[in-house]
Nanobody, 115 residues
Framework: QVQLVESGGGLVQAGGSLRLSCAAS????????MGWYRQAPGKQRERVAT???????NYADSVKGRFTISRDNAKNTVYLQMNSLKPEDTAVYYC?????????WGQGTQVTVSS
């Protein structure tokens, strides 16, 4: 089992920045990849950014050039640096970890961007 705890969400004005953190604990060996997803009211959960072994990253087109995902293996933590935030970035952001065929989710952290 892997436990994920997110932090760093909040309220920010358009154009501002936030950094989300996700700390992993439990059976964290052989985590194949981690990522961030988000879900806005009335919409489906969507992938924001992922990072896999070797540090290979992938981003949704809507956040490319604005968001950066990184991972600190020593701290078992993944980060999402969000810059130039837009009102349409408002959502609950969830951390995800994949271990073999299993996927784990955090409880989510709210990000609200005001115009």
């Amino acid at each position: 089992q892997v436990q994920l705890v997110e932090s760093g969400g909040g309220l920010v004005q358009a154009g501002g920045s936030l950094r989300l953190s996700c700390a992993a604990s439990g059976s964290i060996f052989r985590i194949d990849g981690m990522g961030w997803y988000r879900q806005a009211p009335g919409k489906q959960r969507e992938r924001v950014a992922t990072i896999i072994s070797g540090g290979i990253t992938n981003y949704a087109d809507s956040v490319k050039g604005r968001f950066t995902i990184s991972r600190d293996n020593a701290k078992n933590t993944v980060y999402l640096q969000m810059n130039s935030l837009k009102p349409e970035d408002t959502a609950v952001y969830y951390c995800n970890a994949v271990q073999g065929v299993r996927a784990y989710w955090g409880q989510g952290t709210q990000v609200t961007v005001s115009s």
